[in-house]
Structures are given as structure tokens and as C-alpha cells.
């Protein structure tokens, strides 16, 4: 057996280990409670209206085999277009048996589990195609052992499920434009609709088609291309179509009532501009369902409006062009960032050829990056950057693998170059993988050694790249330590009635951290910790006396 191949089984393995530990012993973060239940509406109900700023697919898969087995909910009841009654349901599910909850939970997770290690394969695959066994090699590596990879790889809410499917996509786009055919065009309308039906982050694949469709516009005539696009667009409209039942496919778009001021003036432009006839307005359908722009345009919604958003200790109702790009650089592992940085050395010394082949997955890096700076509207979901990182993963693997062959073909000077890359990326490579087994089980409140690692990264960010309710348990078994002291409680995101739910008993501290009974211990979550100042006011002239995970700091409290 080659060398590579025991490198990328072994690397498989030790990823697999530690997604599955995190799909069975991290609680239910705060999105996955209404996931699990919209999935369950689907199957009872035929609602795709639950959770509809995503799409259907995922929790119906996941929430399935639960469904199959007999698990029910109530009707689901609703205020109005602006209610969210997935998270009040999925609460409630969760609090009337906790251990079935997460058994159920746990099953589905495994789904999100081979997604993920599939994801690897694409990018091993890819890369080896491109520019050899290391290049791919490297490319699944960097995607697997990441921090984010490793925690949200196996969580049921579709940020890393939506960037495999991504890559996916662009790889069947490669594919399809190597020889345009209507067969291929067919395949890849496929690929882009189940890409759309996990997440609509993924809506994003469609500008990245039509710049490359305009990039290969000299290789194809215009004929092919225009009904190579339309079959496309048409394929993947049904694919798209199938899981909401076809329910409000077609309909005028006069006939929708939004709510955020992007869609309500589209729809008044298109009705005063484009559609004056009425015969025309009448004509014209929207080739969607009506679910799914309904769950755009409330997605929408909120970041027009604005949520309660933190970063770098700015805090605020809205958020800032700059926050993705700041949640990766204190996320990404030191080490990775290294590498990263050598990619960008190698770009300039070896000059455009080093693109060759990764233009598409540079096109697909490049829209997410610039349209989730456009999207300022709220800075608290830093796992919406998650689909640029496969196809910047593989960028680096081909560039730096070229760049270190590069060695053979020059002079001395340049050969120097290459060995000293070589040496840059070994040790950067170490580095990450050193910081990534420090921070075990703990991913997805890790932040690397820059922000300020496990003592001080809190203060970078908050809410899922913190704590977002993974370590209830670990709170519950810290509690249960504790039962014959007076414990107070500050955790707004994993949940103070979810906790109580699992057994734990402890008070809340919702009269003030001056009416505590002394003595006493105070646990305060870390998301609450920098999005309230009044608490950071406080508790920052303290030093914690324990720590749970990477979630909650622990105080004593004494009689004066």
C-alpha cells in the first residue's frame, strides 16, 4: 500500500472519530431544536413553512427515521409571517424527554457525519486531478481538521452539508463545461437543485454559473450556451420543486405578500416597469415554489432589521461588512493561516499558472466572501463563510503543491524559494494540527492562539462560533457536582429551561449579579458574557475560578 494512501485512511479515520464524538456527545445547539422539529412537521403535516428560511431537505432526512419510528408533535400554531415557531417547538420537544430527544438527534447528526468525510473525497479527488496525490491530499486535509469542520461537520443545521454540496456542484460544473452536452447540462441542473435545497446560502452557485458561462463563452457557440443554460435552470427548478410538493410553483408574483423592503420593491418595480399589461402580469409565473421565496425574503427580513450582533467587542443591531472575514482569521488555526499566507507568496512568485484549473472554485471562494460582506446585517452566524472554505482548501493544495514542484524546472535562485515554501507549509501544517488536538473535544468554541485561544478568544465573537448550547451537559454534570451548594445560572443560549429539563437544579440570576446569596457559585455562558456590557463591566475585574469547555466561565462568590 502507498505511503499517500495510509496518509489519507489514517486521516479519514482520526476525522471520523472526532466527528462522531461530536455527533454523540455535544448537546443540541440552539438552531438544531427547530430543525429537528420542522423536519417532523414536513413528515406529519406537509409543512415546508416551518423553518422556512431553509430549505425542506436535510431536516426531512434527518427527521425521518424518527417519524418512521412514531415520534409526533402537536399542530404547529402561528402569530404570522414573522413568527418562528420551529425553536418554541423544538424546546418544548426537547423538554418533555431529553435523552430521546438526543438519541433521535444524534441518529440524524450521522447523516451530517458522511456528508462531511464525503466532502474530503471530492476534495482529495479534485486535488489529485489537478496536481497530484500531495495537492489533494492537502485539500482534504485542511477541510477535515478544522475546528469549524470538526464541530459543525456534524451538527443537522447545513452550514458544512451546504458546502459540500457546493463543491460538489462546481465540480460538476468543471465537468460539464469540458464538453457541453445536454446530458451534462442535465446533470449538473440536478446538482445545482439539491446544492439550493440544503441551505439557500447556496443560491450563490447561480451567479457563479452565469460568470462561467461568460468565461467560456468563447468555446461554445451562443445557441449552445443559451439552451445548454436553459435546460439547466429548468432541471434544477423541478429538482427544486419536488420536496415542497410542487406547492405554489408557478404562481404570479403579484399574488405574494412579502415582508422585507428588497422584495417588496422588486415586486412593485416588476409590476410598474416590466409587467404593465395586465395579459402579461397574468402570463408571467415565478418558476419556484412559493415557500422558498417566502423563506428568502423573511431571511431577508432580518438582515434588513438587524439582530443583536457582536465581534471585537463592537456590539450592535446590526453588524459590519468586515465580520466574516474577521471570524475567519480568529478562527482559522494559526498554522492554517501560515499556510494560507505561503499559497499567497506562491501565487506571486509563480505567477498566473498557478490558477490553472482552480478558476471555478476561485469564482465560487470569491462570491461568498464578497456577498457575505454585503449581507451586514446582523454579525452573529459566522458559520455562513463555511462554503468558502472547500474550495479555498483546494486552492491551496494544487497552488502549493505546483509551487514546490516548481523546484526541478528552475535556477537555484527559485529553487531556494520552493524549499523554503516546502518548510513553511510543514511546519504551518504541524502547527494547526497541534492547536486542533489542544482544543479537543471543544471545536466549535475554539479560537486560535492570535484571538486569544481558550482563555481570551470569547472576546472575539459569540453565539455559534462560542457558546451555543453544545456543552449542556457538560453544565448539567458541573451542577450535579455542586448539589449541596447554592448555584446561579447566566445562559441565555443553551437554554436556563432546557437545563432544568435534563435534572439540573441551580437558581437564576435574573435579579442581578448584587442580590447573589453568598456564598455561592455563578456560572455565566460566554455569549452572554460580551453581548451584555453590564456583565462584562463586572465580571472583568474578576478572574474566573473554573472554566466548562469553552462555554461558561465559573466564579466564587464569598461571604465579604
Same mark, same amino acid.
Given at each position: %500500500?502507498?505511503?499517500?494512501?495510509?496518509? =489519507?485512511?489514517?486521516?479519514?479515520?482520526?476525522?471520523?472519530?472526532?466527528?462522531?464524538?461530536?455527533?454523540?456527545?455535544?448537546?443540541?445547539?440552539?438552531?438544531?431544536?427547530?430543525?429537528?422539529?420542522?423536519? &417532523?412537521?414536513?413528515?406529519?403535516?406537509?409543512?415546508?413553512?416551518?423553518?422556512?428560511?431553509?430549505? /425542506?431537505?436535510?431536516?426531512?432526512?434527518?427527521?425521518?427515521?424518527?417519524?418512521?419510528?412514531? %415520534?409526533?408533535? !402537536?399542530?404547529?400554531?402561528?402569530?404570522?409571517?414573522?413568527?418562528?415557531? !420551529?425553536?418554541?417547538? =423544538?424546546?418544548?420537544?426537547?423538554?418533555?424527554?431529553?435523552?430521546?430527544?438526543? #438519541? +433521535? $438527534?444524534?441518529?440524524?447528526? %450521522?447523516?451530517?457525519?458522511?456528508?462531511?468525510?464525503?466532502?474530503?473525497?471530492?476534495?482529495?479527488?479534485?486535488?489529485?486531478?489537478?496536481?497530484?496525490?500531495?495537492?489533494?491530499?492537502?485539500?482534504? =486535509?485542511?477541510?477535515?481538521?478544522?475546528?469549524?469542520?470538526?464541530?459543525?461537520?456534524?451538527?443537522?443545521?447545513?452550514?458544512?452539508?451546504?458546502?459540500?454540496?457546493?463543491?460538489?456542484?462546481?465540480?460538476?460544473?468543471?465537468?460539464?463545461?469540458?464538453?457541453?452536452?445536454?446530458?451534462?447540462?442535465?446533470?449538473?441542473?440536478?446538482?445545482?437543485?439539491?446544492?439550493?435545497?440544503?441551505?439557500?446560502?447556496?443560491?450563490?452557485?447561480?451567479?457563479?454559473?452565469?460568470?462561467?458561462?461568460?468565461?467560456?463563452?468563447?468555446?461554445?457557440?451562443?445557441?449552445?450556451?443559451?439552451?445548454?443554460?436553459?435546460?439547466?435552470?429548468?432541471?434544477?427548478?423541478?429538482?427544486?420543486?419536488?420536496?415542497?410538493?410542487?406547492?405554489?410553483?408557478?404562481?404570479?408574483?403579484?399574488?405574494?405578500?412579502?415582508?422585507?423592503?428588497?422584495?417588496?420593491? &422588486?415586486?412593485?418595480?416588476?409590476?410598474?416597469?416590466?409587467?404593465?399589461?395586465?395579459?402579461?402580469?397574468?402570463?408571467?409565473?415565478?418558476?419556484? /415554489?412559493? *415557500?422558498?421565496?417566502?423563506?428568502?425574503?423573511?431571511? *431577508?427580513?432580518?438582515?434588513?432589521?438587524?439582530?443583536?450582533?457582536?465581534?471585537?467587542?463592537?456590539?450592535?443591531?446590526?453588524?459590519?461588512? #468586515?465580520? +466574516?472575514?474577521?471570524?475567519?482569521?480568529?478562527?482559522?488555526?494559526?498554522?492554517?493561516?501560515?499556510?494560507?499566507?505561503?499559497?499567497?507568496?506562491?501565487?506571486?512568485?509563480?505567477?498566473?499558472?498557478?490558477?490553472?484549473?482552480?478558476?471555478?472554485?476561485?469564482?465560487?471562494?470569491?462570491?461568498?466572501?464578497?456577498?457575505?460582506?454585503?449581507?451586514?446585517?446582523?454579525?452573529?452566524?459566522?458559520?455562513?463563510?463555511?462554503?468558502? +472554505?472547500?474550495?479555498?482548501?483546494?486552492?491551496?493544495?494544487?497552488?502549493?503543491?505546483?509551487?514546490?514542484?516548481? !523546484?526541478?524546472?528552475? %535556477?537555484?535562485?527559485?529553487?531556494?524559494?520552493?524549499?523554503?515554501?516546502?518548510?513553511?507549509?510543514?511546519?504551518?501544517?504541524?502547527?494547526?494540527?497541534?492547536?486542533?488536538?489542544?482544543?479537543?473535544?471543544?471545536?466549535? =468554541?475554539?479560537?486560535?492562539?492570535?484571538?486569544?485561544?481558550?482563555?481570551?478568544?470569547?472576546?472575539?465573537?459569540?453565539?455559534?462560533?462560542?457558546? #451555543?448550547?453544545?456543552?449542556?451537559?457538560?453544565?448539567?454534570? #458541573?451542577?450535579?457536582?455542586?448539589?449541596?451548594?447554592?448555584?446561579?445560572?447566566?445562559?441565555?443560549?443553551?437554554?436556563?429551561?432546557?437545563?432544568?429539563?435534563?435534572?439540573?437544579?441551580?437558581?437564576?440570576?435574573?435579579?442581578? $449579579?448584587?442580590?447573589?446569596?453568598?456564598?455561592?457559585?455563578?456560572?455565566?455562558?460566554?455569549?452572554? +458574557?460580551?453581548?451584555? *456590557?453590564?456583565?462584562?463591566?463586572?465580571?472583568?475585574?474578576?478572574?474566573?475560578? !473554573?472554566?466548562?469547555?469553552?462555554?461558561?466561565?465559573?466564579?466564587?462568590?464569598?461571604?465579604?
Amino acid at each position: %500500500m502507498k505511503i499517500s494512501t495510509i496518509i =489519507g485512511l489514517l486521516g479519514i479515520a482520526l476525522a471520523s472519530i472526532a466527528l462522531l464524538y461530536s455527533a454523540w456527545f455535544m448537546a443540541p445547539v440552539n438552531d438544531e431544536y427547530g430543525h429537528l422539529y420542522a423536519g &417532523l412537521a414536513y413528515w406529519q403535516f406537509g409543512d415546508s413553512s416551518v423553518f422556512k428560511v431553509n430549505p /425542506p431537505v436535510l431536516r426531512a432526512v434527518v427527521a425521518a427515521p424518527e417519524y418512521l419510528i412514531g %415520534m409526533r408533535i !402537536e399542530p404547529v400554531t402561528t402569530t404570522g409571517p414573522m413568527d418562528r415557531p !420551529e425553536f418554541r417547538g =423544538g424546546r418544548d420537544l426537547f423538554r418533555a424527554n431529553p435523552k430521546v430527544f438526543q #438519541w +433521535y $438527534l444524534s441518529c440524524g447528526r %450521522m447523516i451530517a457525519v458522511g456528508i462531511t468525510l464525503g466532502g474530503s473525497v471530492i476534495l482529495y479527488r479534485w486535488g489529485r486531478l489537478l496536481a497530484g496525490t500531495c495537492a489533494g491530499l492537502i485539500a482534504s =486535509g485542511g477541510w477535515l481538521f478544522q475546528p469549524q469542520t470538526l464541530s459543525h461537520g456534524a451538527l443537522i443545521t447545513g452550514d458544512v452539508v451546504c458546502a459540500v454540496f457546493l463543491l460538489l456542484a462546481i465540480w460538476i460544473m468543471q465537468w460539464t463545461f469540458d464538453d457541453l452536452t445536454m446530458n451534462r447540462s442535465v446533470v449538473l441542473g440536478i446538482a445545482i437543485g439539491n446544492a439550493i435545497l440544503i441551505k439557500f446560502t447556496a443560491v450563490l452557485i447561480i451567479p457563479t454559473l452565469f460568470f462561467w458561462v461568460s468565461w467560456n463563452a468563447y468555446r461554445y457557440s451562443k445557441r449552445r450556451l443559451i439552451s445548454s443554460v436553459i435546460v439547466m435552470m429548468s432541471v434544477s427548478s423541478l429538482v427544486i420543486a419536488i420536496p415542497y410538493s410542487f406547492q405554489g410553483f408557478g404562481i404570479r408574483l403579484s399574488d405574494y405578500k412579502f415582508v422585507s423592503e428588497l422584495f417588496i420593491k &422588486l415586486q412593485a418595480t416588476a409590476a410598474r416597469d416590466a409587467f404593465t399589461s395586465p395579459w402579461v402580469q397574468e402570463i408571467i409565473r415565478i418558476p419556484v /415554489p412559493q *415557500q422558498l421565496l417566502l423563506g428568502l425574503d423573511r431571511q *431577508q427580513w432580518d438582515f434588513e432589521h438587524g439582530l443583536p450582533s457582536y465581534a471585537a467587542g463592537y456590539r450592535g443591531q446590526h453588524g459590519w461588512w #468586515w465580520f +466574516y472575514l474577521y471570524s475567519m482569521l480568529v478562527k482559522i488555526p494559526v498554522g492554517s493561516l501560515v499556510v494560507l499566507f505561503t499559497v499567497g507568496v506562491c501565487v506571486v512568485l509563480g505567477g498566473k499558472k498557478m490558477f490553472h484549473g482552480v478558476e471555478l472554485p476561485l469564482l465560487l471562494f470569491t462570491c461568498v466572501i464578497v456577498s457575505t460582506s454585503i449581507q451586514d446585517g446582523f454579525a452573529q452566524q459566522h458559520r455562513y463563510v463555511l462554503p468558502a +472554505y472547500p474550495p479555498m482548501f483546494l486552492m491551496m493544495g494544487v497552488i502549493i503543491t505546483r509551487f514546490m514542484k516548481l !523546484e526541478d524546472e528552475s %535556477m537555484s535562485l527559485f529553487r531556494f524559494k520552493a524549499r523554503y515554501a516546502r518548510i513553511i507549509f510543514g511546519v504551518g501544517m504541524a502547527l494547526s494540527l497541534v492547536e486542533v488536538s489542544l482544543a479537543t473535544p471543544h471545536w466549535l =468554541g475554539q479560537f486560535n492562539v492570535i484571538a486569544g485561544g481558550k482563555r481570551n478568544g470569547y472576546r472575539c465573537l459569540f453565539n455559534d462560533a462560542s457558546d #451555543w448550547g453544545q456543552d449542556l451537559y457538560r453544565l448539567r454534570s #458541573w451542577i450535579s457536582s455542586h448539589k449541596n451548594e447554592t448555584v446561579y445560572v447566566i445562559s441565555s443560549v443553551g437554554g436556563i429551561e432546557q437545563l432544568k429539563a435534563t435534572g439540573a437544579e441551580f437558581e437564576d440570576a435574573i435579579s442581578g $449579579l448584587d442580590s447573589l446569596k453568598k456564598p455561592s457559585w455563578l456560572i455565566v455562558s460566554l455569549s452572554d +458574557y460580551v453581548i451584555a *456590557q453590564h456583565l462584562m463591566n463586572v465580571l472583568d475585574k474578576r478572574v474566573p475560578d !473554573e472554566m466548562i469547555g469553552r462555554t461558561h466561565f465559573i466564579y466564587r462568590f464569598e461571604d465579604p
